[in-house]
């Protein structure tokens, strides 16, 4: 039995969650990339009703050990390149959703698995919680994107001591280090995700999509374009968002509360 992919929703967040067979570590092989595909395109067509999407996986143990071992073993010189690729349009995709993307991660996400959860827009990990870019073991390099994502999550020399040792990091230190957002103790994960996700959902689908994209020029603009960039993306947000209506219900709730009473 091979690691499968579920899709929830419970309004306004999207669930995607990894299983495997009791005891084992959710893997991803061809199959489970094919599901997370028809996941995220189902993500994509209903973007606009919801707030967040949710990374996860059903054991506590573990969220993601990377690469199915099967298909490892199967690779060759003149294969690995096409599933490189591949794993790298998957998390391209995820990415790029239109809409903040959490990662919660319980116990081990090394390789692919730490990869997968910096596809991601923030992580939450619990203080149990394992992490490891660990291709360097195998004689191989990290291949969906963790060099690039790493770097620039914890700054170029940590992400080259971390790929050049393999070693295995808690949540603590990957905390520290800047790899997550919220750190602590398993029993409040829920809660800081929950709290998270009802700040979230409280504000302008539009607004969110917008700022999302805002943010993921950064890297690439200088300050000057991003005047063009915020500039354009605000007037979408008063010509197709709800940024009026928002605009009026704050002004007229001022008015409001500044009339005098009799």
């Known amino acids: 039995m091979q690691t499968t992919l579920a899709l929830s929703f419970s309004d306004p967040v999207a669930t995607l969650t990894l299983q495997a067979p009791e005891g084992k570590p959710p893997t991803l092989d061809h199959a489970v990339m094919d599901a997370m595909d028809a996941a995220l395109a189902e993500i994509e067509g209903r973007a606009a009703t919801l707030a967040v999407v949710l990374v996860r996986s059903a054991s506590p143990k573990f969220f993601c050990a990377g690469a199915n071992l099967k298909v490892i073993e199967t690779l060759r010189a003149e294969t690995i390149a096409a599933w490189v690729r591949r794993g790298h349009l998957l998390m391209n995709r995820l990415e790029a959703l239109p809409l903040p993307v959490l990662a919660i991660v319980e116990g081990y996400a090394l390789g692919g698995g730490l990869e997968l959860a910096m596809a991601c827009d923030l992580i939450f990990a619990s203080e149990n919680s394992r992490f490891g870019q660990s291709e360097a073991k195998l004689g191989l390099v990290t291949g ?19 790929a050049f040792t393999g070693r295995m990091f808690d949540g603590t230190e990957a905390h520290a280090m800047g790899l997550t957002t919220w750190c602590g103790p398993t029993e409040n994960l829920v809660a800081a995700v929950n709290t998270f996700v009802t700040a979230v959902a409280g504000n302008s689908r539009a607004a969110l999509r917008e700022t999302k994209a805002i943010l993921a020029t950064c890297d690439s603009t200088t300050i000057a374009e991003n005047a063009d960039v915020e ?7 008063l010509t197709h968002g709800d940024a009026p209506a928002r605009l009026q219900a704050f002004f007229a709730a001022r008015r409001s509360r500044s009339t005098p009473r009799p």
């Open 144 to 162: 969906w994107g963790g060099c690039h994502r790493l770097s620039r999550r914890v700054g170029l020399a940590r992400a080259k001591e971390l």
């Open 231 to 237: 500039a354009a993306a605000s007037e979408r947000c």
